[in-house]
């Protein structure tokens, strides 16, 4: 088991940055996949992106990639999303989630949530 909690949202003006962080309690935190995902209003939760154990692999949504950042902290139990050059359709909940198969493709198959922290990017 795992709890995550998520912080570092806010509002924003359009072309301007936020750092999500997401704590993990527990022992384990290096042997989980770590990601995150949004949901906007009326849309489908997607994925944004995603990071191995140990930090070597990651993995972006097209409408991550060369904005967003994952990043981890294994002694801090943290996983980071530094987002550039905000967009107003990024405009989400962003929500952490925890994955215990390090294999395959890193957009699904999570079995822990956190709650979620809301990001707004004005116009």
């Known amino acids: 088991q795992v709890q995550l909690v998520e912080s570092g949202g806010g509002l924003v003006q359009a072309g301007g940055s936020l750092r999500l962080s997401c704590a993990a309690s527990g022992r384990t935190f290096n042997s989980y996949v770590m990601g995150w995902f949004r949901q906007a209003p009326g849309e489908e939760r997607e994925f944004v992106a995603a990071?191995?154990?140990?930090?070597?692999?990651?993995q972006y949504a097209d409408s991550a990639k060369g904005r967003f950042t994952i990043s981890r902290d294994n002694d801090k139990n943290t996983v980071y999303l530094q987002m550039n050059d905000l967009k107003p359709d990024d405009t989400a909940v962003y929500y952490c989630?925890?994955?215990?198969?390090?294999?395959?493709?890193?957009?699904?198959?999570?079995?822990?949530w956190g709650q979620g922290t809301q990001v707004t990017v004005s116009s």
């Open positions: 989630a925890a994955r215990n198969a390090y294999w395959g493709d890193y957009s699904s198959r999570y079995d822990y």
């Open positions: 990071t191995s154990g140990g930090g070597g692999r990651t």
